[in-house]
T-cell receptor, first 116, second 113 residues
């Protein structure tokens, strides 16, 4: 199984709090992604990164921000959490084959966030 | 924008029967098509994938077929078992500088013992 980790696995917080969801991978993958998914439902891409100092917004508008200072680390931050942010957040990574070819994405175990 | 349509949304089969899930994609330049299985409370896991230079790929009870002309691809599971029960997602790649995958909306498969 791919080595990609997420912490915390579960988080319950109050409205207005700032939170950071951690994602780390030990495979040396250049590309990393954040998806938002309600249980059993469609995956929505909210952020992605092609490498260090590269971040892009995904297809689903999100009030979160990301950073990529190190290859292995891709944290997601919510400055002020709201109940509408309640969901599961999945991190993924893939290596670069080059030539514009997409590669297998490996997913982390997810963080289930509940905002009260 | 580009999208992937997946059908059916739910599928119930008797153990031992076959299950087929179909996806269509809109970007004719897409060249990579993975299938993920997600069990309840767990992460999506790749079960099989296919690239646009082949029409079919098999791995034991699982097979994927690709029709580039019609822009659709299908997942076939034979001799289904209760442990095959899960949500299955198809995806298609976006070509170019973007290495993104566009996911289908998922199919909830239930295999009845």
């Amino acid at each position: 199984e791919a080595d990609i980790y997420q912490t915390p696995r579960y988080l319950v917080i109050g409205t207005g709090k700032k939170i950071t969801l951690e994602c780390s991978q030990t495979m040396g993958h250049d590309k990393m992604y954040w998806y938002q998914q309600d249980p059993g439902m469609e995956l929505h891409l909210i952020h992605y990164s092609y490498g260090v100092n590269s971040t892009e917004k995904g297809d689903l508008s999100s009030e979160s921000t990301v950073s990529r200072i190190r290859t292995e680390h891709f944290p997601l931050t919510l400055e002020s959490a709201r109940p509408s942010h309640t969901s599961q957040y999945l991190c993924a990574s893939s290596e670069s084959s080059g030539g514009g070819i997409a590669d297998t994405q490996y997913f982390g175990p997810g963080t289930r966030l509940t905002v009260l | 924008g580009e999208n992937v349509e997946q059908h059916p949304s739910t599928l119930s089969v008797q153990e031992g029967d076959s299950a087929v899930i179909k996806c269509t994609y809109s970007d004719s330049a897409s060249n990579y098509f993975p299938w993920y299985k997600q069990e309840l409370g767990k992460r999506p896991q790749l079960i099989i994938d296919i690239r646009s230079n082949v029409g079919e790929k098999k791995d034991q009870r699982i097979a994927v077929t690709l029709n580039k002309t019609a822009k659709h691809f299908s997942l076939h599971i034979t001799e289904t078992q209760p442990e095959d029960s899960a949500v299955y997602f198809c995806a298609a790649s976006l070509v170019g500088s973007s290495y993104k995958l566009i996911f289908g909306s998922g199919t909830r498969l239930l295999v009845r013992p």
